[in-house]
Each structure stands twice: as C-alpha cells, then as structure tokens.
C-alpha cells in the first residue's frame, strides 16, 4: 500500500510542473461564466491576448473554454478541445527571422498529460498575409476542433510592408 501510494503521489508531482503553460503567459483579458455553480467553481470561457514572438506588430486573441467544479478547479479535468481565435496587425509588421509554414508560436496544456492547444504561424506569399491555425491535439488521437485566422500585412504609417514570402525557410 505504501508503494501505492509512494507512486501516486510522485505521478502528482511530475504531473504539475506539465499543467504549466510552455510559453510565456498570454494576458487574460476576461471570462464569462457559461455554467453556474452553487457550490463550487463556474465553467466559464477565458479571451486570452498574445503577441507573436517573432512578429512584432502581430496580436492574437484565443478563447478556451475552462471546465468548472471541483475536479476543473484541482486541474484533473480534461479541457475539451474547443478554441478559437483573431488575429490583427496592431502596429507595423517587423518579421523578426526566418520560419517554417505551420511554426508553432504558442502552447499550452489543456490536460494533466495527454492534450494540448496550439498556436502556429504560416506565409500565403502569393496574398502576402499571415495565417494563423489555433487547434487541440491528444497524444492517442488527433482532434478536428480548430480556427484560422488571417492577417494581411499592410503599411504602418511611412514603413513599408514587409512581404512574408521573403522569411519563409
């Protein structure tokens, strides 16, 4: 029993430092309750802010639901896989280095081990627009819950646009 319990909990400790979020933390910029609950903690969606880190002048707005209750609140729910965002051009656009189609930009765990939330980036040369693909993954099977969201690169003031196809590797 005591082995049992010796295993439990070191699966608890390794698990928590995987709940962390694996890039910077976005600004949260509200949540909105979506179930109510007596006694203990509302579902709600959460609208989260993040800035692209290799694009300066380029924010993306996410919204992940959060599962309430008790087990939501300790972490040991899964997150169900919907999300969606927006992406704008909210200065000029500085495409700080190279990357690949689909770069991933932002990630965050959704679940104790097996499910995350990504965020990555890719060039439509031809238009030259940003584009963005926000989706949820499992480790055992993929999940078709995802959003797209496009940026068209324009002038900012005197600063010429930059075109994407330019920083593609």
């Known amino acids: 029993m005591k082995k049992l319990a010796a295993a439990a909990l070191a699966c608890l400790v390794l698990a928590v430092p995987a709940m962390a979020q694996e890039a910077d933390d976005p600004e949260l910029i509200f949540k909105k309750t979506t179930v109510w609950r007596l006694l203990s903690p509302?579902?709600?969606l959460a609208t989260y802010a993040i800035e692209d880190p290799g694009v300066a002048g380029v924010a993306c707005y996410f919204t992940v639901p959060e599962?309430?209750?008790w087990t939501g609140w300790a972490g040991f729910a899964e997150e169900t896989s919907d999300v969606s965002i927006a992406c704008r051009q909210v200065g000029p656009v500085v495409i700080k280095e190279k990357f690949e189609q689909g770069h991933e930009i932002y990630r965050q765990r959704r679940s104790l081990f097996?499910?995350?939330m990504q965020?990555?980036?890719g060039c439509d040369a031809k238009h030259n627009v940003l584009v963005?693909?926000?989706y949820t993954d499992k480790l055992i099977e993929?999940?078709?819950k995802n959003s797209t969201s496009s940026v068209p690169i324009m002038p900012w003031g005197d600063a010429p646009a930059p075109k994407c196809g330019e920083f593609l590797q």
Do not use: E, H, T
């Open 42 to 44: 509302d579902a709600k």
């Open 67 to 69: 599962i309430g209750g």
């Open 114 to 116: 097996f499910k995350k």
């Open 119 to 121: 965020i990555v980036r």
């Open 132 to 134: 963005y693909l926000s």
């Open 142 to 144: 993929g999940s078709p």
